[in-house]
């Protein structure tokens, strides 16, 4: 196992120009004719750089922004944004002095994932120092989540975690693989390693108020919250005694034999916690996962910590896309003159996996 | 009808302090101890002024991004972003020399209204100079939207367009008493004004890629682009001739009798454009209303203008969020000492509406 601390290749290398970075001055013009910016991709070792611009930002070199040529601009024509731009190397670890939210997000490929994977990275958009680790159930990368990977600008690591031929029955469930690539993945990269973090686990078709992960942050040992949209009962929701403040148990349409019964976006880990749990695992049981992996972490339920007032307020729903065609081949090539028109380029777009 | 001219009371009051605007400073600090800064609420005749700073960002005096004290702390601690913070009013129209985009969002209550219209609202903080005009189809103002609208920070309108008696049936459709409502407030607040806009129907459920609203924004009359996820064919999109780069017919699963065969997320019209054309209204009238709407435009075919690399790209998806369950409190009240717990509360602030 690669044991890594804290910044030994990683933030070196950006403080190599320290003073480039420092004046880095970034001017969001609305409407602009110019053409939007285009990252600036160097590169360490062949890796790609990649400077995490906001979006509709073109840059203009300048020390401060009492400038005056700037001041005198109108308001509604220009808000002046001067930041230390952040960089990231596309699937190596990122390490900082602050609480990274680890986000573990399986996904697979269907014509609703795109749109999915859209929302929930413009969502991460909002979110400071988040590392979206994107798991796919392939054999082969998908070409269209790497370059909405890229394009979406967070730090990410984009790996493969194919289910096994000896768990594709329906009891096995999806996307345990996946988060089994990604449990490795991390323990590669932060074992060993004092980084602090939180893990969290981000199913592509879930909707989350970016508050949510204002909550998770200070994670301790694992903190808990409710999720909306849970089956029959409308939520599942972790039981707080108001008077001491703790978790005494969890109301949720499904308690079976689970100790923990909680969805899978209910949950949050600290990133040290897990670590130091050598035989945190998941397991191929539909219904169980949340259950079984909480029960291998070893915490105990007086160990929980309930956030979002108390369990009072829904920051995550357990939201479900319904299921949409692909584009039809067969009829488009119908259309008169097929060759002469956009469709040939659309649908190859469209289809790109 | 009211007549505004661009600026007769907003950006006067803007530009009351400009040297204090100007000066404002902001400071990212990442898991900063300290809670979120609160939304400055002073008010300009009892109306609150929402100032819209970035999430999580404390402010912080300064002129100057090259202050020695700041450029010594770690990158990895802070992001520092100097801007002019726009304000706005809520429920009042906005006005500003460059192109506003305004988002017409039809809604109602249901379980998956809240986290459709939070994905929604988080994907348009992404977006510069919009102005979210939400429509409710209900007699009373829902708390939860008008609670969602100030949190989102962007300027909006926050109306009532409840579908009349008379169009109840299922021929008539959701949403058009909601546009007809926002057709009104624009002609009440523009009509007569020259602010450059785009009108855009971004309904609650759908997708959409942040990089859509750059293609609309130069729409000089009425722009068009595909839409991904339209039943069988598994997209819409007008049919463009790519000699001539001029939309000839269009690609949709539904034709029937209509002359322009798009789904209402697939165009975008200029907004003076529509307030010149006094006549333009929508039908109560299922599957027409694009057609009748963009007929009552008296736009011509050769007029309209591809987007989205002569529409090849898919940058809005026609996503369903599958129907959800309201909390059962029914089964909420068996819990064992059920008042001692989070759960009156929870079910309270899940209920609101």
């Known amino acids: 196992m690669a044991v890594r601390t804290p910044g030994d290749y990683y933030v070196s290398d950006v403080y190599s120009e320290p003073v480039k970075l420092a004046n880095a001055k970034l001017q969001l013009?609305?409407?602009?004719?110019?053409?939007?910016?285009?990252a600036d991709e160097s590169s360490?070792?062949?890796?790609?750089?990649?400077?995490?611009?906001?979006?509709?930002?073109?840059?203009k070199t300048s020390n401060c922004v009492c400038d005056k040529s700037e001041s005198q601009q109108p308001l509604e024509r220009q808000r002046t944004i001067d930041t230390l731009q952040s960089t990231f190397v596309p699937n190596k670890p990122l390490f900082n002095d602050d609480v990274i939210i680890f986000l573990i997000t399986p996904t697979y490929t269907r014509p609703t994932q795109m749109p999915d994977m859209t929302r929930l990275g413009q969502t991460l958009r909002l979110v400071p120092n988040v590392f979206w680790i994107v798991v796919e159930d392939a054999h082969n990368q998908s070409k269209a989540v790497e370059n909405l990977l890229r394009r979406t600008m967070i730090p990410y690591v984009h790996l493969l975690g194919p289910r096994p031929p000896t768990h594709m029955d329906q009891r096995s469930g999806r996307g345990v693989s996946n988060r089994l690539k990604a449990f490795e993945w991390?323990?590669?990269?932060?074992?060993?390693?004092?980084?602090?973090?939180?893990?969290?686990?981000a199913d592509d078709d879930n909707a989350y108020d970016?508050?949510?992960?204002?909550?998770?942050?200070?994670?301790?040992?694992?903190?808990?919250f409710p999720v909306g949209l849970i089956s029959t009962l409308g939520l599942s929701t972790p039981i707080v005694n108001h008077k001491t403040g703790k978790i005494i148990g969890f109301h949720d349409p499904f308690i079976g034999r689970r100790k923990f019964a909680v969805d899978m976006a209910g949950f949050a880990?600290?990133?040290?916690f897990f670590l130091q749990s050598k035989k945190a695992t998941m397991p191929y049981k539909v219904g169980y996962e949340e259950d079984y992996f909480l029960k291998s972490l070893?915490?105990?339920?007086?160990?929980?910590?309930?956030?979002?007032?108390?369990?009072?307020?829904?920051?995550?729903w357990h939201t479900k896309t319904k299921p949409g065609d692909k584009p039809n081949h067969n009829m488009m090539i119908k259309v008169t003159n097929y060759n002469e028109t956009n469709l040939p380029s659309l649908y190859q777009n469209v289809m790109e996996t």
Request: net charge negative; charged share 20%; with cysteine.
């Open 29 to 38: 013009v609305n409407s602009s004719p110019d053409p939007p910016a285009i």
């Open 44 to 59: 360490i070792d062949g890796v790609p750089i990649v400077s995490t611009n906001p979006p509709n930002i073109a840059i």
């Open 269 to 272: 880990v600290n990133l040290q």
């Open 298 to 316: 070893d915490v105990k339920i007086w160990q929980l910590e309930p956030k979002a007032k108390n369990c009072t307020e829904v920051l995550v």
């Open 186 to 201: 991390l323990r590669a990269n932060y074992g060993g390693t004092n980084q602090k973090g939180v893990i969290y686990f």
């Open 210 to 224: 970016v508050r949510l992960f204002d909550e998770m942050r200070d994670t301790q040992i694992v903190s808990m």
